[in-house]
């Protein structure tokens, strides 16, 4: 058993599910726990507070965070099922799409969960019988209302009003159309095999497949999107693939969710980013042509300074060919600047 990683994490998040299918991808032998109130009393020195944390048997230390204990885990086993694009430049735009993945498209599973009335209910439920193990109905009702109640007067702080849900619907969509016209003839983003932007999506979208509303919807508009998330859940059977030849054009799908991250993610970082430089708690700005404002994140000050870094790493061919694509997406003058080591 000393081979053996330990995830402690929850069904009803996102990065807890992207962290298990990725886990299951790479055939590193693995036990799921759900969290309950003892596994959080034992996690409660491990910062920041979040989950999923991961046990690793090497040093048998909880480590946080969903992306960098991805790398962590490719830097130890290097060479097996990795989930990074040999490319660098392939590599980079795999971590551009997970990022917006995990700080924008959570925005939808956000939004789709707590909005509604029906989804408000359903969750608030579901979640509560995982929090408490299968407490009493009293005791599972109780805390369902308390879930509720705190998520619910959360959406505007994260940017879900009735101004923003326009965009945040319109971009769910488009994500759904993206997948839905790419599945028809590709496997997975960058070839035939799932790489770190692939679980990012996946971690996000196991749960708007989940959801009632967004459920409904992806049912409508995309089975095929919505067998691809089930099935990137337990891939450890999936027989070993190919990247894509970064010499060639990318799929068009790649393309769409990069100019997603020119048109939306990325501003939206910026601002967060300067508001954050100026002392502001909140900050707004125009995505899709429409007023966009939520509260300042520090977290995502970090993630714009990490894709920074990175992209300030690429040299050669790959830095000539991510150019070229940043550009035609209208990425590139927001990796103009350097990453801000003071943050
Ligand atoms: N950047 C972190 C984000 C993890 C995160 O936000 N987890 C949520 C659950 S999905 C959480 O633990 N939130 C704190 C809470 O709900 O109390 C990662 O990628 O792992």
Redo the contacts with the bound molecule.
């Keep these: 058993m000393t081979d053996v990683y330990q995830i402690a994490g929850?069904i009803g998040?996102?990065?807890?599910m992207k962290m298990r299918a990725l886990l299951r991808y790479r055939r590193l032998p693995f036990i799921w726990c759900q969290i309950n109130p003892k596994l959080r009393e034992e996690i409660t020195h491990v910062k920041p507070?979040?989950?999923?944390v991961i046990k690793f048997p090497d040093d048998g230390i909880w480590h946080?965070?969903?992306?960098p204990m991805a790398y962590e885990l490719e830097a130890k086993h290097a060479g097996q099922r990795s989930i990074i694009p040999d490319d660098a430049g392939l590599s980079f735009l795999s971590h551009l799409i997970e990022d917006m993945a995990?700080e924008w498209m959570t925005k939808m599973m956000y939004h789709y969960r707590w909005w509604r009335e029906p989804d408000q209910k359903f969750c608030s439920y579901w979640l509560a019988v995982s929090h408490t193990g299968f407490a009493p109905e009293e005791a599972t009702l109780a805390v369902a209302e308390f879930v509720r109640e705190r998520q619910v007067s959360r959406l505007a702080l994260v940017g879900s009003t009735e101004t923003t849900k326009p965009i945040i619907e319109e971009s769910f969509l488009e994500v759904v159309d993206i997948f839905d016209h790419h599945l028809r003839e590709n496997r997975f983003l960058f070839g035939s095999r799932p790489s770190l932007a692939d679980f990012g999506v996946f971690g996000q979208f196991s749960q708007l497949n989940h959801d009632p509303t967004s459920q409904g919807i992806i049912r409508e508009k995309s089975p095929r999107f919505s067998s691809w998330i089930d099935q990137l859940d337990d891939a450890s059977g999936l027989e070993e693939g190919e990247w894509i030849d970064p010499t060639q054009s990318l799929p068009l799908s790649v393309i769409r969710l990069l100019k997603m991250a020119g048109d939306v993610y990325l501003p939206f970082l910026i601002a967060n980013a300067e508001a954050l430089n100026k002392g502001e708690e909140t900050f707004s700005v125009t995505l899709m042509n429409r007023m966009y404002q939520q509260g300042t994140f520090k977290?995502q000050l970090k993630c714009l300074n990490w894709l920074r870094e990175e992209y300030s790493q690429l040299q050669g061919a790959p830095k000539e060919r991510v150019d070229l694509v940043l550009s035609e997406t209208g990425c590139l003058p927001f990796f103009s600047q350097k990453p801000e080591h003071s943050a």
């Design positions: 929850d998040s996102p990065y807890s507070p979040v989950i999923p946080v965070d969903s992306t995990d977290y």
